[in-house]
């Protein structure tokens, strides 16, 4: 089995929700995203981020407002739309049942 890409189809797989729980307090630039996932020590690069947030900007979940900046110009600040938060709930509730499996086969 490859340990490696296990690991790395399960981060895939929670990328999204992960992004999601970030916005779902206050909108977030790119490049914060990225350090509050890494802090979080789910890695992720640039490459990887801009295409999901494209994507989930497509699908309605998320939407971007742009602020003026104090360092340049300003910066596209991503938020979660209100079918986003709707979207989010779902996963909390998919996120537990997953876990509680988890946790039952763990026993």
């Not at 490696?4 to 981060?11: E, I, L």
């Not at 995203?33 to 801009?50: H, M, P, Q, S, W």
Request: proline share 4%; with cysteine; hydrophobic share 35%.
């Amino acid at each position: 089995m490859n340990v490696d890409n296990a690991k790395s189809q399960m981060r895939k797989g929670m990328l999204e929700y992960c992004i999601m729980l970030l916005l779902r307090d206050e909108p977030c630039y790119s490049s914060d995203i990225i350090n509050r996932l890494k802090d979080a020590n789910l890695l992720v690069v640039e490459g990887t981020l801009y295409p999901l947030l494209t994507r989930l900007r497509k699908d309605g979940v998320l939407s971007y407002e742009w602020q003026e900046s104090t360092q340049g110009p300003p910066r596209k600040y991503y938020v979660l739309t209100e079918e986003g938060k709707e979207s989010l709930a779902q996963l909390e509730e998919a996120w537990q049942a997953l876990e509680d499996t988890v946790h039952r086969l763990k026993q």
